[in-house]
């Protein structure tokens, strides 16, 4: 269970803020009590969301359940989400840092969960969508969707970037860490997804091939996809893929605009408005939006108007759903209600609005808009007399709140959603620190890549880009591989080493077994 620990060089100011916060909730009294401040308040559901990739992690891989279900545990325990375990290692820094487990505790369960996926199921580097806890083995998520998914990869390599820059300079467990979440994220065939084409492909599978056919194409939640694509040392795609795939040769620019705000880029699926919110989320956990632009977008604005635009739509709330407005507002996928009130899943966004409202939409998108965020989160945890109600309130459990509620319809559902639960608790430590924005923008290859594809941003220095001296061969490129100048890039040391851990031996010959093996009955 999660626990004060108070320990580390934030101590003393880690113990007023949860002294601060005991005394204003009364530490599972489940009473009503005074007040809380807006730091205490961003703490509490930190503490909450927690609990769901802590308490609830799988027991033995110690990655992120697909789903928590109150009122069936048992339902999916042991499917394990390959995105949502990315959102949970996060979280897991959230609460290092903000003391509610210490540090030790966090090294050993995170060196747990990377060892188990160095054993997984992985697909030229990618890892599936689904996979089973126990064993590593895919689940298929669809069909023919049971090999690699290279965008939930993506969600994954973002927080193995973020580990790594959170515990390079640390003690020697640490390092160990770091240094297993490098080699990680170095391992993952970017260019493979191409298909020798200028365009990222969603999946492959060693079953069906390329049969799925799914594109990546901006706009949506997948631009972390080609960032680290173009960022990776070891298997780079060039420019081209990016501007041609990605943005469609600049036709992802849209003149659009709605509530009085331009929608930037072209969202799919939502001609002339903007899609679920997650896809301001999932992306930017890592990727900070400040003052970041390229040849079609300032990223700040396309993010914060795609946050108002929702809260506009919620405030104006041309449906006439009881309950919505300024302090009730979140459009984005989730669980939802079903006309006949049992529960399903939607994309909720302008135009597939249902009269539900999903939590992590309205809190996840407390750095764009700070002011309407804490209304929200102040309207789901505390009574109308301002009191705190914590796990008591009507919308929220232990795990923090629902996955989504409707007050129009007077439903909400007891269930929680790794994807939806797991970028709360990070994107408010963005708006309180910039924690993840300054790791993941501070890594080199990620100031590289951003450059390659024609980004600049004024918050952070994207010059550090790598060269023979300024990251030297396997301090930037992990074992296996070394810096080449010439190429500006990271090259296989030696082509006999198959699973690049800077040795050749038998496991290098089993690992090509495995690849193109058979087994016989």
């Keep these: 269970m999660i626990k004060p620990v108070w320990t580390g060089r934030v101590a003393a100011v880690r113990w007023a803020r949860a002294s601060m916060l005991v005394l204003a909730i009364g530490l599972g009294s489940g009473a009503a009590s005074a007040q809380l401040t807006d730091a205490q308040l961003m703490d509490s559901v930190q503490v909450h969301a927690l609990k769901y990739f802590w308490d609830h992690a799988h027991p033995t891989s110690k990655l992120s359940r697909e789903r928590i279900h109150l009122d069936n545990l048992a339902w999916d325990e042991n499917t394990i989400a390959i995105g949502g375990t990315g959102f949970g290692f996060l979280n897991v820094i959230v609460g290092i840092e903000n003391g509610h487990i210490s540090a030790t505790e966090g090294v050993t369960h995170l060196n747990t969960a990377l060892d188990f996926l160095w054993n997984a199921d992985r697909f030229h580097g990618a890892w599936p969508h689904w996979m089973e806890g126990n064993t590593g083995a895919v689940i298929p998520f669809s069909t023919f969707d049971d090999g690699g998914d290279l965008v939930e990869t993506a969600l994954l390599c973002q927080a193995l970037i973020c580990v790594r820059e959170y515990f390079k300079d640390g003690n020697a467990a640490e390092q160990v860490v770091a240094n297993k979440a490098d080699v990680l994220w170095k391992g993952v065939e970017w260019s493979w997804y191409t298909q020798g084409e200028d365009v990222l492909y969603w999946h492959w599978s060693p079953n069906h091939d390329w049969q799925m056919n799914f594109q990546i194409r901006g706009y949506n939640e997948a631009l972390m996809t080609y960032v680290l694509a173009a960022a990776s040392p070891t298997f780079p795609i060039s420019s081209s893929v990016y501007h041609e795939g990605w943005a469609r040769g600049g036709d992802i620019v849209s003149s659009a605009s709605q509530y009085g705000l331009p929608v ?133 459990g232990a795990l923090g709140p629902f996955d989504a509620f409707s007050p129009h319809y007077d439903w909400t559902t007891p269930r929680h959603l790794a994807i939806d639960q797991g970028t709360i608790g990070p994107m408010i430590e963005n708006q309180k620190t910039h924690l993840f924005w300054d790791l993941f923008m501070g ?79």
């Design 264 to 396: 930037v880029l072209g969202h799919n699926g939502a001609p002339g408005t903007v899609g679920p919110l997650f896809w301001a989320h999932y992306a930017y956990l890592g990727l900070d939006p400040h003052g970041l632009s390229d040849n079609y977008a300032d990223y700040w604005e396309v993010v914060t108007n795609h946050t108002d635009i929702v809260f506009e739509h919620c405030v104006q709330n041309p449906n006439g759903f009881a309950g919505y407005g300024d302090n009730c507002w979140g459009l984005t996928a989730s669980y939802t209600r079903n006309p006949d009130g049992s529960t399903g899943y939607a994309a909720h966004q302008p135009n597939c609005d249902t009269g539900v409202i999903t939590p992590t939409a309205a809190l996840s998108s407390m750095p764009y808009a700070p002011g309407p965020s804490m209304d929200f989160l102040r309207n789901l945890y505390e009574d109308a007399d301002g009191q705190y109600l914590g796990a008591d309130a009507q919308y929220v």
């Design 443 to 521: 890594a080199p290859e990620i100031a590289q890549g951003l450059t390659q594809l024609g980004f600049v941003s004024t918050a952070h220095d994207l010059s550090s880009t790598c060269d023979v001296t300024a990251c030297p061969g396997a301090d930037y490129c992990g074992p296996g591989t070394a810096w080449d100048p010439v190429a500006s890039a990271c090259v296989v040391a030696n082509p006999a080493d198959i699973n690049l851990d800077a040795c050749v031996n038998v496991s290098d010959l089993l690992h090509v077994l495995s690849v193109f093996g058979q087994c016989f009955d």
